[in-house]
């Protein structure tokens, strides 16, 4: 049996009005995107109830399964049954938790543990300790800045995580503890360091409540490996399926989580979460066309979208689409120019310009307001390597891959940085890091070959096996073939020369591409084919060449008259 629209609508309803209450507030946002991602039955709702489900017609269509990526029939799939929660709203004063809530959201953390520390209840037990948590979470923060400043590394702890794990232990122990207070369990445990347990816990409270999304990214966040992945015992809830499709991204599966977001479409064909996780895949794969459609029609429908834009605008700086970008910081500079978002599309447009400086301050100011966004780190390396900054370079990359040390981009900045430094060995080391994270990206391998050429190291078979890896990945700027061929040149290995040569002339006349690489490739192939008896290709090649002016066409003239001499049979 597969996902019935109706339940699933339901199902939700209720666990935003749960959420809701205990001050979830990104998962019952999370939620509600969902529930009105599921397409209606336009027959029985007026137009206006589903504008949102006409917007995004197109990039439905657009990315409906295709010959690469094969989704679950709806048939095939058997879901479990979760009970709804019930309320344990008689073992709490609820004026008392309208109080407290009330504290909550003005930010008055400890007022709103202090208000429900006499009250019983799962419920006000877990709005307690996570008013605790995140009143624990204001003053880490505050610490590190007292001590460090606002980017400063500290070795800081939330002094609250003890007390509140002695707590949350006490009642699973005794067998009270509810999901909700097993999601901040694992949260705690996460935080401590304790990630075995931290998984079982989280597994309990997702299998036990499968709406709360920020419970399963707690656990996708434990979940390094595909076979940590494997090993969990998880219900098979509809929401496994939206986990598996985000963490399989997260692990660089990215063909498996386009299969999974292609199944979920045939229920939540209007989620706008969806189409966004679809084009992080499709920017993961380097297909930046499609990329950027769908990133336009996600603005088009809701053009107060600040989540993942800033991912749109790297795809608008590596197109060098400077008035797309310009569009793009100055709509959410209007919206929220103090989102961390805003801040690193402000400074990717200022990078596009060549005002690394300004561009930098922007990457500050993001990650003031947020010193754990992975992207404002690596983008502000980007920039201080353009700015020759090596040392400030390598302590933005690093604090990148301490975040997440599977971010291949900060990994690759460090080989770039190492490089600059005249490091060649330790650049070496960390573009191998990056290129074991993306292996499919062909300017790491590149990059790692470029360092094996070097005076250095002259490790050119290495270098060989590199560069034809980047040929095989989609080497889009063409420096693969052409490096290929020259290295097997200067190595004596003209077949392998000639092959590579070719291939890469027939890429540049696919291409229309004209300059000195055709000229190289040319000139190479005329020697070559002379040198093998090929008169008549020879001649192709020299004759090609005397439609440029410079020595080349002198060569080629020469190299014209040896051949015709050696056709005719003169010594």
């Known amino acids: 049996m597969g996902v019935n629209k109706q339940n699933c609508r339901n199902e939700l309803r209720t666990a935003i009005q749960q959420l809701n209450d205990r001050c979830l507030y990104s998962a019952s946002k999370w939620a509600a995107e969902q529930l009105v991602g599921i397409e209606q039955d336009p027959t029985k709702y007026p137009p206006s109830h589903t504008r949102l489900q006409r917007d995004s017609s197109s990039i439905l269509r657009r990315f409906r399964c295709t010959d690469e990526i094969t989704s679950t029939p709806i048939a095939g799939t058997s879901y479990v049954s979760t009970p709804v929660l019930e309320e344990d709203n008689g073992d709490v004063d609820s004026d008392l938790y309208v109080l407290a809530k009330s504290y909550f959201n003005c930010r008055e953390y400890r007022r709103a543990a202090h208000v429900l520390s006499d009250q019983t209840g799962s419920k006000a037990l877990f709005l307690k300790c996570y008013a605790l948590y995140l009143a624990g979470e204001k003053r880490k923060e505050e610490e590190t800045i007292e001590l460090e400043g606002s980017l400063g590394k500290s070795n800081t702890v939330n002094s609250e995580i003890v007390s509140i794990e002695r707590d949350l232990a006490a009642v699973r122990k005794n067998g009270s503890i509810d999901s909700f207070g097993l999601y901040l369990y694992g949260l705690v445990l996460k935080a401590k360091g304790n990630e075995n347990l931290a998984r079982t816990i989280l597994v309990e409270s997702v299998n036990a409540y499968p709406w709360n999304w920020t419970a399963w990214l707690t656990l996708q966040s434990l979940c390094t490996t595909i076979d940590t992945l494997n090993s969990l015992k998880l219900n098979n809830h509809w929401m496994k399926d939206f986990f598996l499709a985000s963490t399989y991204h997260e692990l660089r599966m990215h063909n498996e989580s386009l299969a999974k977001y ?59 689409c400077s008035s797309g970008l310009s569009y793009l910081a100055h709509q959410v500079f209007l919206t929220d120019k103090y989102r961390p978002e805003s801040c690193c599309i402000i400074g990717n447009y200022y990078s596009l310009k060549g005002l690394h400086e300004k561009s930098v301050m922007y990457f500050k100011r993001a990650l003031k307001l947020d010193k754990n966004y992975l992207s404002a780190w690596t983008l502000m390396g980007h920039e201080y390597v353009e700015m020759k900054n090596t040392p400030a370079a390598v302590d933005a990359y690093r604090r990148a891959v301490d975040i997440n040390p599977c971010d291949y981009r900060a990994w690759y900045g460090l080989g770039q940085a190492y490089e600059m430094m005249g490091m060649p060995y330790y650049a070496l080391h960390y573009f191998k890091k990056s290129v074991f994270l993306q292996p499919g990206d062909s300017r790491l391998w590149i990059a790692m070959a470029q360092c094996y050429e070097r005076d250095e190291i002259r490790m050119h078979e290495e270098a060989i096996k590199c560069y034809r890896r980047a040929a095989s990945c989609n080497d889009r700027e063409a420096i693969a073939l052409h490096q290929l061929a020259k290295l097997h040149s200067e190595l004596g290995q003209n077949q392998e020369a000639a092959f590579y040569y070719k291939k890469d002339l027939e890429r540049m006349e696919e291409e229309e591409r004209e300059g000195p690489n055709m000229v190289e490739a040319l000139l190479f192939l005329a020697n070559y084919c002379r040198a093998q008896e090929r008169y008549e290709e020879a001649e192709v090649y020299c004759t090609r060449l005397l439609d440029y002016n410079g020595p080349e066409k002198e060569k080629a003239k020469s190299l014209l008259q040896a051949v015709k001499l050696a056709q005719s049979g003169f010594p």
Request: cysteine-free; aromatic content about 16%; hydrophobic content about 35%.
């Open 262 to 320: 292609d199944y979920l479409q045939s229920t939540f064909g209007s989620s706008n979460y969806i189409k966004a996780q679809i084009a992080k895949a499709q920017y993961s794969l380097r297909d930046f066309e499609n990329v950027e459609v769908v990133f336009e029609e996600l603005l088009r429908i809701d053009p107060y979208r600040i989540d993942d834009m800033d991912m749109y605008s790297n795809v608008l700086y590596a197109k060098e």
